[in-house]
């Protein structure tokens, strides 16, 4: 409407050949500093916003699931012609823009003809700024040895971590936890950060969209309640176990914040390590873990990680077991690994020395460059 009341004309804005745009029969097409997705089904064209109420993805980018665009990052729907969002979720609506033909051209006008709206959803729990609470030393221990809890079988990472954490309860009267990973049903990382960094979200988007993934478990232990992490893998085939990996793959999230927001989760934490194995490669162990976990925010502890190898020859593992469970010297090395992480923690609380602002360093240091995609303010 003009100043008057009468109805504007459309700012029509010819993009070419509409035969250029059936095949693929969904586009991202810019209109100036516009985004917009551009499809055709069934002989309609439609065009819609180019950017998703979430977090921004490029739904031009995604894929037509019947009547909807799909968004590429974390599949959110909306329909192609009306921009609103699949049944159950209409109070979610992307603008729409008028599309026409004429003289065998497609036209889409400049300005979009319905605002966006957006339902309110409340935010995922996790997603508060961590804040410690008032009360003992808490330590979280994570056993990343597979098992099967039907089949329990002794594993000596877990032993020595398990001593370790009786250890922190008895003499230090801390809280402790222990998490086996192997009782948890969490789908690996699908990838979201290799799509843009933007698309990993924290919490993780497979977090937010499954409310089954239990991976809520770790996120919650890591960020908001531990004061000391102690993780606990066997040596796989030269390397943690595999499952230490699907979940560090999750934590991408965690790290990611720091990359895109300059945003630090984890302050005045520390991290230790029991590394176990009938084969050697201790030290390269020990080097991912010490690495991934410092571009986290993890401090460590003088001497930071215990460990136990016979060696490569050393194939009798039942030798090993009996070995790690009459060994008092392991196991002690295990209290006092978590005695060092406990007065690590105690110091850095007593001194806020990662409580304040940590300016960008080391890897972060430098800040990652992006092209403009367009965010929802800037297209309603």
Known sequence: MNASGAQQEPDWVDLGPEAAFRDPPLQQVRLGTTAVAVSWRDGVFGAISGVCNHVGGPLGEGRLQGEYVECPWH??????????????????????????????????????????????????????????APGPPRVLGISTTSLDPQHP????????????????REAH??????????????????????????????????????????????????????????LATPIRWGSASALYFKMVERMNCIQNQITIRDRVLIRDKVAAF?????????????????????????????????????????????????????????????????ERALGTAAALRDSGLCSAKIERGGRKAHRPHREPTGTPESNA
């Open 75 to 132: 599949y959110w729907k909306f329909h192609h012609c009306t921009g609103v969002g699949e049944p159950g979720f209409e109070a979610d609506q992307v603008p729409r823009h008028l599309v026409k033909v004429e003289a065998g051209r497609l036209f889409v006008s400049r300005r979009p003809v319905t605002k966006r709206a957006k339902s309110p959803h409340a935010p995922h729990a996790l997603e508060r700024e961590p804040v410690r």
């Open 173 to 230: 009267g801390a809280e402790a936890r222990l998490i086996r990973l192997a009782e948890l049903e969490f789908r690996p990382c699908e990838g979201f950060y290799s799509r843009a960094a933007q698309a990993c979200t924290w919490p993780c988007s497979i977090t937010q969209m499954d409310p089954e993934d239990q991976l809520t478990e770790v996120y919650e232990g890591l960020v908001h309640w531990a004061d000391v992490v102690l």
């Open 153 to 168: 079988r002794y594993s000596t990472s877990e032993a020595l971590l398990e001593s370790a954490l009786a250890h922190a």
């Open 274 to 338: 029991v590394i176990t194995g009938g084969q050697d490669n201790v030290q390269g162990v020990a080097g991912q873990l010490l690495s991934f976990f410092a571009e986290l925010g993890f401090v460590f502890p003088p001497f930071p990680y215990v460990a136990h190898s016979r060696g490569w020859s050393a194939e009798d593992m039942e030798n090993n077991v009996r070995y790690v469970q009459d060994h008092a010297e392991l196991h002690e090395g295990a209290r006092q690994l978590v």
